[in-house]
């Protein structure tokens, strides 16, 4: 199965996650709140540095849950910016 590549817009929405997470971590080891979410170390590191852009709903739940970051708040940082979502524009994806 050949995965499509992801858009320049998919991957600065994964870096937004990961920057979200890994300040909301603060000073707890990856460790401890990979394990606290039921997800592998090396699954935090990968979504926190951006080269696991699109991680699964229910891990980027865990992880919210555990460092009790809102799902709104979540999906309110990886959220288009104005001129930043595909096609250039935020207003013609939402009405896509």
């Given at each position: 199965m050949v995965r499509t590549p992801l858009t320049p817009w998919e991957r600065r929405r994964g870096e937004r996650l990961g920057e979200l997470l890994r300040t909301a971590r603060g000073g707890r080891s990856m460790v401890e709140v990979a394990a606290a979410a039921g997800v592998s170390a090396e699954t935090l590191r990968k979504i926190e540095t951006g080269r696991a852009p699109t991680p699964a709903f229910f891990t980027v739940s865990a992880l919210a849950a555990v460092l009790g970051?809102?799902?709104?708040?979540?999906?309110?940082?990886?959220?288009?910016?104005?001129?930043?979502?595909?096609?250039?524009?935020?207003?013609?994806?939402?009405?896509?």
């Open positions: 970051i809102s799902l709104d708040e979540l999906a309110a940082v990886c959220a288009w910016d104005a001129g930043d979502g595909p096609g250039g524009e935020a207003g013609e994806a939402l009405s896509a």
